[in-house]
């Protein structure tokens, strides 16, 4: 299984209104990617995965894709 990112990202912080960088981390179905592919730290990690959670409750992101 390779990473599908750079293993440093250029993003210092992950921001829920900036959906165009978050969806680079949601995998077709609508799912976040894990830490192997993204090849984030864990507070990354948890950061990237709370932005992403805000993102969908404010309708910025899908909760699911469509099939």
Known sequence: M??????RTDV???D???FKTLQRYVNQFGQIETRKKTGLTESQQRQ????????????????????
């Open 16 to 18: 829920y209104k900036d």
């Open 48 to 67: 990237l995965a709370r932005s992403i959670k805000r993102a969908r409750h404010i309708a910025l992101l899908p909760f699911v894709a469509h099939s």
């Open 2 to 7: 390779a990473k599908i990112f750079k293993h």
């Open 12 to 14: 210092a912080f992950f």
